[in-house]
């Protein structure tokens, strides 16, 4: 039986490679929310709806998706260097979207975080990850996935910063310096962090999950044999 997914924070690094890595989940129906227009990747089977962030609480109601994945996040940069401009993305839209789609008889909340997330931490990022958390548990999904992934990799264009782009050149040799309890702060690839969304759409256990670097990394094998879902070829790719 399919999932219908709607996807909101289509355009950014994980959102993209979500629709890339979608052709190869047959049993998700795919729709993204976006601001703009994005090209889409060859033989994606999906649809993008373009409208005002401000509309998208209505349209997701209007849709009424059995899943409601969010890659949605903003930059320092982008946000004019402004606390409240960030939190306005990272927690108000990404909340207000959610709220649409829990009312709305959603089942399924799959939504990207942070290594380090917390509500109490003192840096400014990590605490509204952290609030953005404590907010989508509370609300009527029956189940809500989220994912903390660590430093993502993958072409981000001119959005990356120049210490995002130092420590992805250095990821390699950082990351087989990180063990045990330090593992969930390696690197990893944004297309494996889109593979475990899709993957977990559609999971029936119910309750609040949360996915640091090795889960994510585990998801896709796992849930997909669980279910006996066959995915076609790409889909468990390295």
Request: aromatic share 4%.
């Amino acid at each position: 039986m399919s999932e219908r997914l709607v996807l909101i924070g289509a355009t950014g690094l994980v959102g993209m490679s979500l629709i890339c890595e979608a052709r190869n989940f047959t049993n998700v129906r795919l729709t993204a929310l976006s601001r703009r227009e994005a090209p889409l990747p060859p033989g994606a089977r999906m649809e993008m709806i373009i409208a005002d962030p401000a509309n998208w609480p209505g349209a997701i109601a209007d849709m009424k998706p059995d899943v409601l994945a969010c890659a949605l996040g903003t930059t320092w940069k982008l946000a004019g260097k402004d606390e409240q401009a960030f939190r306005a993305v990272d927690y108000g839209l990404v909340v207000q979207c959610a709220k649409a789609a829990a009312h709305a008889g959603t089942r399924q909340m799959v939504a990207v975080s942070s290594v380090g997330a917390d509500a109490n931490a003192k840096a400014f990022y990590l605490r509204v990850k952290g609030e953005m958390e404590n907010a989508l548990k509370k609300m009527d999904f029956a189940r809500v996935d989220i994912l903390r992934p660590g430093l993502l990799r993958g072409a981000r264009g001119g959005e990356r910063r120049t210490g995002e782009r130092l420590a992805m050149m250095a990821s390699p040799v950082t990351d087989l310096m990180l063990h045990g309890q330090y593992r969930r702060f390696r690197s990893i690839k944004a297309e494996d962090v889109a593979r475990a969304m899709l993957a977990l759409a559609g999971e029936k256990a119910e309750g609040r999950f949360v996915h640091d670097n090795d889960g994510i990394l585990r998801a896709p094998a796992l849930t997909l044999a669980k279910r006996r879902i066959k995915p076609t070829r790409g889909a468990l790719a390295d």
